[in-house]
């Protein structure tokens, strides 16, 4: 029973990429554009092209500049919203001005940052940390701000420290808000490693995918976006698996309301 | 009948207090001139119309916000912020439980900022949890509760405090009527075992009436003390004797006068009660 639930899960999923590959190399049967390339062609391809030396020299480098990039937009997004949304005069003062720099698109910040840090891992983290920071932070000081009065005043009559409110009731509560921000940070995240990796680099996957381009080379071209989607769906799983782990009472919590 | 004043020096005194709303218009007046004091050991009731300022009158009481003029001390110290010996149960235990936690985490958690020890914490809240009837669910979330029980972890989590002083506002609005009368037996119980002194704000008459020693009418909005009438029934009571006694029938009676005129009174009449006793 368990296994036929599962089974039927997997054909859920799969179903649908099987038949758009079915389709893919139906269309490829006939004839030979040169720009796409057959199913079978693109796979081996695929593991030619990235199980080697461009594993080491492109693909890792990008992924730990990708997770340093999350990390310090989750740290920061965190802190500075936690802050912002504590504070009410701070965020009378701060909120027009927030709304002015997320409304910059980041990859303009590009060329900048090249002048001011250099050519280097630094530069383009601090791309995907302009960039990806902003959901996370506006998202968090939302959430602080949408904390409950009861809550609060159940705090304060029980005299919880600054740093116990902080922690046993300000984050937690902020706790589905936040997450909903690093979701959306996540997909920024990923385009801004590719953005900053096309100017004036010498590694990595948005320079290799660039190169491909220039040099004709279609079918690697075509692995290299593959990589991508790859990654980007293995940050989406991971984010799922560790929002069901973080908000397991949010999630319980909302379904008991549903029913009641 | 007057509640007799204790020569003894009264666990809580709220004197002369007055609260206004700063509004750009010069302030809404929430309470007027509230004037009255609690002797250690009370159970007192406070009732009045709706609207009346309970809510700011017992937030006032608990330091959560600030007076205009006249002052609250407990145990003879001034209260500016919530005190040490006070704990309070909120109108909405759903919302005032965190959802986060579980409920031994809950009860624990205020134990936690003073300063208990882990074995301290896990034994007091074990101890409350029983005290409540709340054996089995300490691993649950709050919210997998019903509605009852989640006031019984609320009342759990402030006798764990171990408070002079419970402040209950409105506790017992949400639940229904079968759930609403064990809740008032288990006040009463724990009232008689502790001996904890309680304040109970409500706007149920008969409510009051069943759970007080003591019930204090307020005034319609802006709030001045109606009426203040001692309930002389046995201590020993339960819903359905205490409830049918002729006695009961007669507070019951005087109290709804009281708030009936209240209703009118905006804290200007002059306070002359009739002795209905």
Known sequence: MRALTILKNAAFILALPLLLILLWWLGTLGGTNFYVPTPLQLIVTFFQTWFGERMVEDVLPSIGRLFAGIALTIAIGIAVGVVIGLFRPLRRVLEPLLEFFRAVPPPVLVPLLMLIIGVNDQMKVTVIVSGAVWPVLLNTVEGVRGTDQIMRDTARSYRMTRTQQLLHLVLPAASPQILTGVRQSLPIALILMVISEMFGSSTGLGLSILQFQRNFAIPEMWSGILVLGLIGFGLSIAFRIVERRILRWYHGLREVQREG | ?277
């Open chain 2, 1 to 277: 009948m007057k509640a007799e004043r204790k020569d003894a020096a009264p666990l809580l005194v709220v004197d002369h207090l007055k609260k206004v709303y700063p509004t750009p218009d010069g302030g809404v007046e929430a309470v007027r001139d509230l004037h009255f004091s609690v002797p250690a050991g009370q159970l007192a009731c406070i009732v009045g119309p709706s609207g009346a300022g309970k809510t700011t009158l017992l937030k006032c009481i608990a330091g959560l916000l600030p007076i205009t003029s006249g002052s609250v001390s407990l145990l003879g110290e001034g209260v500016t912020g919530p005190p040490q010996a006070m704990a309070v149960v909120f109108q909405e235990n759903g919302r005032s439980l965190f959802p986060w936690m579980s409920v031994q985490a809950n009860v624990e958690l205020p134990l936690k900022s003073a300063g208990l020890s882990r074995d301290e914490r896990r034994r007091r809240a074990e101890e409350a949890l029983h005290a409540v009837g709340l054996d089995e669910v300490g691993g649950s979330y709050p919210w997998q509760l019903s509605g009852g029980m989640q006031q019984r972890v609320a009342i759990a989590r402030a006798i764990a405090y171990q408070p002079k002083v419970l402040l209950m506002d409105e506790p017992f609005a949400a639940v229904d009527a079968q759930t609403r009368a064990d809740l008032e037996d288990l006040i009463r119980t724990i009232w008689m075992q502790l001996g904890v002194t309680i304040l109970f704000v409500t706007h149920d008459i008969d409510e009051s009436v069943y759970l007080g020693e003591r019930v204090i009418v307020l005034s319609n909005s802006p709030t001045v003390v109606q009426d203040d009438i001692a309930i002389d029934l046995p201590a020993e009571r339960d819903q359905l004797t205490t409830r049918n006694a002729p006695r009961f029938a007669e507070l019951r009676g005087r109290i709804y006068e009281q708030i009936q005129r209240a209703k009118h009174n905006r804290g200007t009449e002059s306070i002359q009660v009739a002795d209905a006793g």
